[in-house]
């Protein structure tokens, strides 16, 4: 994406270009080229984030032991956890708010252009913290993402400190992110883009900023308590000093359930405009998907004990959690009848943008329906910490949030770089990926039925067949990748140039600018009617 | 594409021989007890719901995929709002959810119903075992997996149960209610068995409650749900299912055993047999942190060979075996370990892997330790 408006824009010299050399990338306060940083590192992350996911397949190949001891192996899943939710999926909509939200609405910059750099850069720095302490003695942290006390402190290895910190680091920057996000939004708005008349991925994004603005400080809170009882003698989560490991729970999911919310409400909004793009059709029911996107970011602070089931809540607790559990899927379900609509009687047809988009849908459906079963307190008891729930989040989560993500860089990419997408190649990513995905983790569903708990690096031998379908599948997965990343760069270096439009079906401010668009854009405010 | 396709189903099916069992488990099991079967069918009703579900919407997006192609000539329309489409899709779903809720409540109550048990058994979670302690019947031992670690590293072909068997299995007699309290002696362990539909979260510092009445004798088996550490796929659970007399044999046979093995500490031992008693003690209680070569895994977990505990002063290395070490894994194995089994270990840690102290511990002397500090509570 550096070719992004260079030439573009000559005609105007008081809009001056993007400085030259490395200091661009540094001191940089533009949008589109912070946004550009925000999708490369998320790149960058996703692959590292995916090698370890093929390690850990790797040795679920076979039973037995092969590669790696359970040590590392415990490393590699909380690794893969951590880098892929902050590293990989977050800055990947952080970077497309950065790019999409202000030529969406009519802005000439986000609201707060050095804070936004500040935001970018902290991440790398980081994330470099983290992967450290793969170098460090007693090595990274193994206590899973979602690091239960007390095996994250009393029994924690030595560099539960630097994760801590890490964490920290990238709770500064999703705040920073976040608070960008809604200033831009409420401020700087076109005249005449009223809330009503907004793009839906600028209101999923703005309704995710509130998500992470709200829980990210409790994940900051919760990760402190961690430090000072391994470091100063506290004793938040230890039953022997008065506290509760329970407690350690509580806090983490009151964060943890509207995070999975962060990381797909923006996917929603992706979705809302390729599927209109290319059914050539306005998307159906606007205004429920605004009210739908809201209810579940409020239904989403009030289910966090389904991850808990098996805690030992009492009867009341268990019903409670259960029903606004399954009350979450009226609103989603609603989406999905919205995107099944808008192609209704549509004009359809599939560029790449719009296969992922679909398998989005469909896949993301199968991820939403197995949510609503592990809903279900009493099945869930079966469920629970097995291969069935890891089947579900990684169905929410990577045909959902990534191909959401992936749709959208398809999407935009013209517009992005001025060059015509290689459907041809768009297309082979997409089929393999597809297959890839289903093939890794559609066995998964039923070695968690089966009865294989999750994070454990050998497993009987009735497990056996599944688990080898999974890691072909893995490494399919995996590996089509790279022909994402081919595609990426050869369309950033050459291709014929795309029109202002883009696709023909594209409707919105952000299809009004040229392709590429200059590098300040909307210095004046366009005029929405 | 089809050849992808081709070529990942070839190279599965290539594989399959190296796969020892050939089971393509699909589904939950319907277990052997009442709950169990209650969710078994719960969670068939819920999927066919969702199956049905999921075929309307993909039914759908299918149809309009087909026939709504721009390729066939479909010519967009252009409404894009129906309120009455809309409030529609909105309350059938909420209609659906509450014919799902109503089996799903009528089963969770039944289940939170832990009265009238007829035997107590306190579930504790360490790493890596579990121990089981029948509370009236005074009997207390702990269960550890005994698949051997050739197995494990592929130096031993793998057993049928391989990674599912224990040395002593919990037995349990068949028809009676069993109330289990689960708590934990250091991390949070998850205490799970498919067939009898219990998982419960052993939490250190809080006992959980979960019961079961078992319909049918056999042998069921679980696994520890909940990361534990690095050993947590190697805690398995299994249930010997017995007749109610099959049962009350066993346990007074049980009973005598442990009642013998409290006599062994009365007599001398040899160092040759606290020796190989020590490293079986060892290797199933001690190697999973320290290693069976002793080296450890520093620094979380640090070596045995000529550490300054273990070759130094003796008092020193029985108080840290017996009372473990405040703030690490290291736990207190007063509670957990007989007396001949404490001396045989430090015996064994003392004169194994070059450490040739020479030091042998009577487990008379551990006895006296163990009563004395139990005596001055």
Redesign the interface.
């Given at each position: 994406m550096s070719a992004v408006g260079t030439e573009v824009d000559t005609h105007d010299d008081h809009h001056h270009g993007p400085a030259r050399g490395i200091g661009r990338w540094l001191f940089t306060t533009n949008h589109k080229d912070i946004g550009t940083l925000y999708l490369f590192f998320s790149l960058i992350m996703f692959l590292i984030g995916g090698s370890m996911a093929l390690l850990i397949r790797a040795e679920l190949f076979q039973p037995g032991l092969q590669l790696i001891e359970p040590g590392f192996f415990n490393q590699m899943t909380t690794l893969h956890g951590l880098i892929m939710v902050f590293g990989a999926v977050m800055p990947a909509f952080v970077g497309l708010a950065n790019w999409m939200i202000p030529i969406m609405i009519g802005a000439p910059d986000m609201a707060l252009p050095r804070m936004n750099n500040w935001s970018f850069w902290i991440l790398p720095f980081a994330f470099a913290m983290l992967l450290s302490s793969l170098f460090m003695e007693g090595g990274a942290p193994n206590f899973g993402w979602t690091f239960y006390a007390p095996l994250s402190t009393t029994y924690a290895p030595p560099s539960v400190t630097y994760f801590v910190f890490g964490v920290h680091m990238m709770g500064i920057s999703s705040i920073m992110g976040a608070i960008n996000i809604i200033a831009t939004i409420t401020n700087m708005r076109a005249p005449g883009m009223t809330w009503m008349k907004l793009p839906l991925f600028v209101w999923t994004w703005l309704i995710t900023a509130f998500l992470l603005l709200a829980v990210m400080p409790v994940l900051a809170g919760v990760v402190t308590m961690v430090l000072t009882d391994v470091h100063f003698g506290t004793s938040f989560f230890n039953a022997a000093g008065g506290g509760d490991p329970v407690l350690f729970q509580h806090v983490f999911w009151f964060f943890g359930h509207p995070e999975v919310y962060i990381m797909i409400l923006p996917a929603f909004g992706i979705v809302s405009h390729i599927i209109p793009t290319f059914a050539r059709k306005p998307l159906f029911g606007y205004a429920s998907m605004v009210y739908a996107t809201a209810s579940i970011a409020v239904l989403s602070f009030t289910v966090w004990a389904h991850h808990m089931f098996t805690v030992g809540i009492p009867l009341a607790g268990e019903l409670f959690f259960m029903y606004a559990t399954m009350a979450i899927a009226v609103p989603t379900g609603v989406k999905v009848f919205n995107w099944m609509a808008t192609m209704w009687r549509g004009s359809i047809t599939f560029e790449t943008p719009m296969l992922f988009a679909l398998a989005f849908v469909v896949l993301f459906t199968i991820g939403g329906l197995s949510g609503l079963m592990l809903a279900i307190a009493p099945s869930d008891f079966q469920y629970h910490d097995t291969y069935f729930v890891v089947a579900h989040f990684h169905y929410v989560l990577v045909p959902g949030a990534v191909f959401g993500i992936m749709a959208g860089v398809y999407f935009w990419l013209p517009k992005w770089t001025g060059h015509v997408l290689d459907e041809r190649a768009g297309r082979r990513h997409f089929w393999l990926s597809f297959i890839g995905v289903n093939l890794t983790f559609f066995p998964m569903h039923f070695i968690g039925l089966a009865g294989m708990p999750r994070r454990i690096p050998d497993y009987a031998l009735q497990f056996a067949d599944f688990n080898m379908v999974a890691s072909i599948g893995a490494f399919l997965f995996g590996f089509s990748q790279l022909l994402f990343v081919w595609n990426v760069i050869s369309n950033i270096r050459k291709g014929r140039q795309a029109t202002d439009q883009v696709w023909e079906g594209a409707q919105g401010l952000e299809w009004e600018l040229s392709s590429p668009p200059p590098y300040h854009s909307f210095s004046e405010p366009p005029k929405v009617n | 594409?089809a050849s992808?396709?081709a070529f990942?189903a070839a190279?599965?099916l290539a594989?399959?021989p190296?796969?020892?069992?050939?089971?393509?488990?699909?589904?939950?099991?319907p277990g052997v007890t009442e709950i169990s079967r209650?969710?078994f069918d719960?969670?068939m009703t819920?999927?066919w719901i969702?199956v049905a579900?999921?075929c309307l919407?993909?039914g759908?997006?299918l149809w309009?995929?087909y026939f709504?192609?721009?390729?066939r000539g479909?010519?967009?329309?252009?409404?894009?709002?129906?309120t009455f489409?809309?409030i529609l899709?909105?309350l059938i779903?909420?209609g659906i959810?509450v014919l799902?809720?109503v089996p799903?409540?009528a089963?969770?109550?039944k289940?939170?119903d832990p009265r009238d048990a007829e035997l107590d058994v306190l579930v504790t979670g360490y790493?890596w075992r579990w121990r089981y302690q029948y509370l009236d019947q005074e009997l207390d031992y702990f269960s550890n997996m005994s698949t051997p670690m050739e197995?494990?590293?592929?130096q031993a072909a793998?057993g049928?149960?391989?990674?599912?068997e224990v040395d002593r299995p919990l037995v349990l007699p068949v028809g009676k209610k069993i109330r289990f309290l689960l708590t934990s002696n250091?991390?949070?362990h998850?205490w799970?068995v498919?067939a009898i539909?219990?998982?419960?979260?052993a939490?250190?510092?809080?006992v959980?409650?979960a019961w079961t009445v078992i319909d049918k004798p056999g042998i069921y088996r679980?696994?520890?749900?909940?990361?534990?550490?690095?050993?947590?796929?190697?805690m398995p659970i299994v249930l010997d299912v017995r007749e109610e007399e099959e049962f009350a044999a066993w346990l007074s046979e049980a009973q005598a055993e442990a009642a013998a093995a409290g006599q062994e500490s009365t007599r001398e031992w040899t160092m040759d047999e606290l020796m190989a008693r020590g490293e079986e003690v060892y290797n199933t209680n001690c190697a999973a942190c320290h290693q069976v070569t002793g080296a450890g895994?520093?620094?979380?977990f640090p070596a045995l060979v000529g550490s300054p505990v273990v070759t130094g002063d003796i008092a020193a290395h029985e108080a840290i075996v017996l009372q473990g070490k405040a703030?690490?894994?290291m736990q207190s194995f007063a509670s957990q370990l007989s007396a001949a089994d404490l001396a045989a270990v430090i015996t064994y840690e003392r004169n194994a892997w070059g450490n040739n102290t020479g030091d042998l511990i009577q487990p008379s002397a551990i006895a006296e330790k163990l009563s004395n500090a139990t005596g001055g509570e």
């Open positions: - | 594409m992808a396709l990942v190279l599965a594989c399959m190296a796969v020892v069992s050939g089971a393509w488990e699909v589904n939950l099991d209650a969710i719960l969670h819920i999927f969702c579900i999921a919407v993909f759908v997006m309009a995929a709504h192609r721009k390729s479909a010519v967009a329309k252009h409404f894009h709002e129906n489409l809309e899709w909105t779903p909420i959810l799902m809720a799903a409540t089963t969770l109550i289940i939170y790493q197995q494990v590293t592929n793998k049928e149960n391989y990674l599912l250091d991390v949070i998850s799970w498919p539909a219990v998982k419960q979260d939490i250190p510092g809080f959980n409650e679980g696994q520890c749900a909940e990361l534990c550490g690095q050993n947590h796929a190697f895994v520093p620094p979380v703030g690490t894994a």
